[in-house]
């Protein structure tokens, strides 16, 4: 993970060149397919943040799943977020849905369905899509993508359906508390990733609009996560 940032200045010359890849020769997902190890410690790294992310968003912001009969997690790995979600709303059906090399050994988990598939084909349909940290992987057209799937899976709810995201929502020209956080994020994402990159709340606006829905509110510094919000998206 380190060895990319002294690859950054290759995408300085050219933005379609992968620091991380420059540094290993294939992209991060490729290179977790092929490094079971490598893998797994991201698989940890991942469910540490996830319990402490997804709890803090459940106990802070309850009105977000309230009235919610099923939620897909989309991306969902080891079943993690979903299994904290349905533990605290046990009214929740879960979905947890990813590659399915990753669903295959995903612990079974009461009132968890595990589904294997790609998101940029489709997404399993359910009343609500959540997406933690998920959509800063990709660029601006693959993240319309992967929206306009969740939204077609949500569509059947009409209006009671929606999408749920929880990622950084940063400021404008760094402005961020603490002071340049969000400048740090995205060049985290700009080093480990090909395309993807942290949004500000217009950029937020762009892909969600372009993706079809009509409207999205945000909830801003969720407990202790100063730079964790949740932005619900609607038909």
């Avoid at 010359?13 to 991201?42: Q, V």
């Avoid at 939620?71 to 079943?79: F, I, K, S, W, Y």
Wanted: aromatic share 8%.
């Amino acid at each position: 993970m380190t060895a990319s940032w002294n690859f950054l200045s290759a995408r300085v010359f050219d933005e379609n060149m992968s620091p991380f890849t420059c540094a290993h020769g294939m992209d991060a997902w490729k290179y977790a397919a092929e490094k079971p190890d490598f893998r797994k410690l991201i698989d940890e790294a991942m469910g540490s943040d996830t319990r402490i992310t997804v709890t803090a968003v459940v106990d802070g912001c309850p009105e977000v799943f309230n009235g919610l009969s099923s939620v897909v997690n989309v991306g969902g790995g080891n079943g993690t977020a979903v299994g904290i979600l349905v533990e605290r709303c046990p009214w929740i059906c879960g979905i947890n849905f990813d590659l399915p090399e990753v669903v295959s050994v995903a612990r079974e988990c009461q009132g968890i369905e595990h589904v294997g598939g790609d998101m940029f084909t489709s997404v399993p349909k359910a009343n609500a899509a959540l997406l933690k940290w998920i959509l800063h992987n990709w660029s601006d057209d693959e993240s319309i993508k992967i929206l306009k799937n969740c939204r077609e899976a949500v569509a059947e709810y009409g209006t009671e359906g929606k999408v749920i995201i929880v990622e950084a929502v940063i400021e404008e020209n760094g402005g961020d508390k603490p002071k340049n956080m969000g400048v740090m994020l995205d060049l985290s994402m700009l080093a480990q990733t090909d395309k993807g990159k942290e949004r500000t709340a217009r950029e937020w606006s762009f892909v969600l609009r372009e993706a079809g829905f009509s409207r999205h509110t945000v909830k801003k510094n969720i407990q202790l996560l100063t730079q964790v919000s949740v932005i619900e998206a609607y038909l």
